[in-house]
Nanobody, 127 residues
Framework: QVQVVESGGGLVQAGGSLRLSCTAS????????MGWFRQAPGKEREGVSC????????YYADSVKGRFTISRENAKNTLYLQMDSLKPEDTATYYC????????????????????WGQGTQVAVSS
């Protein structure tokens, strides 16, 4: 039975930082590419970042490039998203997802590429 669980969301002021975590069980974590998505009220779900199975290849949406950093610690079955210089437009529910092909291919930002999803963690950025 696969479980994917996000944590680390909260309320911060503009310019602040948060680190999100995602822990997966019931799958061979080191073989899966992992992605972060977000969805704000009234907006479509969008891909934020992707890390290949090793974590050595990463991709970012233009809107977060230079501010967010994705990483993973395979020995702990854990994915991270370090978010710095946060802006009010980063406010959203953030989701973690797993892709069994292990690669961040040209469709990494498409939700249909991922087989397993967490329940989401809320991030709110004020001012």
């Amino acid at each position: 039975q696969v479980q994917v669980v996000e944590s680390g969301g909260g309320l911060v002021q503009a310019g602040g930082s948060l680190r999100l975590s995602c822990t997966a069980s019931g799958l061979t974590f080191r073989l899966y590419a992992m992605g972060w998505f977000r969805q704000a009220p009234g907006k479509e779900r969008e891909g934020v970042s992707c890390a290949s199975r090793s974590g050595h290849i990463t991709y970012y949406a233009d809107s977060v490039k230079g501010r967010f950093t994705i990483s993973r610690e395979n020995a702990k079955n854990t994915l991270y998203l370090q978010m710095d210089s946060l802006k009010p437009e980063d406010t959203a529910t953030y989701y973690c997802a797993a892709d069994s092909d292990g690669t961040c291919d040209s469709n990494w930002g498409m939700a249909s590429e991922y087989q397993y999803w967490g329940q989401g963690t809320q991030v709110a950025v004020s001012s």
